[in-house]
C-alpha cells in the first residue's frame, strides 16, 4: 500500500525505496552508489546485471519477435491510435511503496508516459515523488546526474560523478586535438531510417567527428534512403536504438547489401544501447568508443565488443 511521506532535504545516509521507469536511470541510480535502494525497474534495464535483479514494473505492449520495420509499423499504429506501447503493472507499483519514481518525457516509444505514470499513482493513492528526466544535449545529460543526485540526497556523489565524467571527456578532446573531423553519419534506426537527434550529435562531435543529417538537442527524424546513400559522410554508424551490437552488425550488413550507404563511406556498428542512446554516463563511454572509430591513430583501436567495421 502506498503511503505519503516526505521527499525533501534528504541525507545521502537516508534510505528511499526507488522506482526506475528507464534504463538510463537505472543506471545513474547505480552509478551514484545507491542501487541497493532500487526496488522496481522496467523490463530494458540490464546494466548493470544486478538490475535485473529487481521487480520489473513495465513491460513491453509490443509482440515479440518483429523485426525492426514491423516495430515501426506497429509503434506508429498504437500512437496513432492513442494506445500504451507500455504496461506499466499497477500492483507491482503500489506493493513496492516507493518514495520516488524516476520517468521521462522525452520519447513516447523510450518508456512509459509520464501522464500514465501520474494517473496510476494517484489511481493507487500514492505521493510517491516523480522526477520526469529530459535531456536533449549531452550537458543536459550530465546535469540530470546531479538532478537525480538532489533528489537521493546525494548531490556531493552526483557532483563528484560529473566532474569525472567532465575530465574524461577533456581527456578525448586533448587526445583528438589539431584532428580533421570525419563526416559522420548516425542512424538510430534502420528500417525505415531514422537519423539520429538530441545528444547524438554532441557524442559524435566530442568524438572528432562532424554530424551529417543531424538535428543537435531535437528529435530524430526519418529520411528517406536516398538520403541516406548521398549523404557526403565519411563514416555511417548504424546505432539503433534498443539494440545491442550484434543485431546493429546484422542491420548494418542489411545497408551496405542494399546499397543505401555512400559508396565511399566506412560503415560502422555499435552497441547503442550501451554507448549511444540512453542517457545517462556510459555516453561518455561512447564518446571513448566513437573517438577510436573515428580517429584510431589519436586513441588506440575500437574494442570488438562496442564496435564492429562492417566495410572499409
Known amino acids: ?25 537505472t543506471e ?30 513495465s513491460t513491453s505492449a509490443l509482440p515479440a519477435g518483429l523485426t525492426p520495420g514491423e516495430i515501426d509499423a506497429v509503434v506508429s499504429q498504437r500512437i496513432a491510435a492513442g494506445d500504451d506501447l507500455y504496461h506499466l503493472d499497477q500492483d507491482a507499483l503500489a506493493e513496492l511503496d516507493a518514495d520516488l519514481v524516476l520517468t ?23 505521493n510517491a515523488e516523480v522526477l520526469t528526466l529530459d535531456p536533449h544535449t549531452l550537458a543536459e545529460v550530465l546535469e540530470s546526474i546531479r538532478t537525480v543526485g538532489v533528489a537521493l540526497g546525494a548531490p556531493d556523489r552526483a557532483d563528484a560523478l560529473v566532474a569525472s565524467l567532465h575530465g574524461r571527456l577533456d581527456a ?17 534506426w534502420t528500417d ?9 550529435p554532441d557524442l559524435v562531435a566530442a568524438a572528432g567527428g562532424a554530424p551529417v543529417l543531424a538535428d543537435p538537442g531535437r528529435d530524430s ?4 534512403w536516398h538520403d541516406v546513400a548521398t549523404a557526403d559522410a565519411d563514416v555511417v554508424v548504424a546505432a539503433p536504438c534498443g539494440y ?26 555499435v552497441d ?41
Not at 1 to 20: E, F, G, H, K, L
Not at 29 to 42: E, K, M, Q, S, Y
Open 1 to 25: 500500500m502506498c503511503t505519503s511521506r516526505s521527499t525533501t532535504d534528504r541525507s545521502y545516509d537516508a534510505v528511499v525505496r526507488i522506482v526506475s521507469l528507464l534504463p538510463s536511470a
Open 28 to 57: 545513474i541510480v547505480f552509478a551514484l552508489g545507491r542501487g541497493d535502494d532500487l526496488v522496481g525497474v522496467t523490463f530494458e534495464c540490464d546494466h548493470p546485471l544486478e538490475a535485473r535483479q529487481r521487480r520489473v514494473v
Open 104 to 126: 521521462q518525457d522525452l520519447c513516447a516509444v523510450c518508456a512509459v508516459a509520464v501522464e500514465r505514470v501520474d494517473d496510476a499513482l494517484a489511481y493507487l493513492g500514492c
Open 172 to 188: 578525448v578532446a586533448s587526445a583528438l586535438r589539431g584532428v580533421t573531423p570525419r563526416r559522420v553519419l548516425v542512424l538510430e
Open 192 to 200: 525505415p531510417p531514422f537519423t539520429a537527434g538530441h545528444w547524438v
Open 221 to 224: 527524424r526519418r529520411v528517406e
Open 244 to 269: 545491442h551490437l550484434d543485431a546493429a552488425a546484422e542491420m548494418a550488413r542489411d545497408l551496405v547489401r542494399a546499397d543505401h550507404v555512400p559508396p565511399g563511406a566506412d560503415v560502422w556498428a
Open 272 to 312: 547503442a544501447d550501451s554507448y549511444v542512446v540512453r542517457p545517462g554516463p556510459r555516453l561518455v563511454d561512447g564518446v571513448e568508443m566513437l573517438a577510436r572509430v573515428l580517429h584510431p591513430d589519436r586513441v588506440g583501436e575500437a574494442d570488438s565488443s562496442e564496435a564492429c567495421l562492417i566495410r572499409r
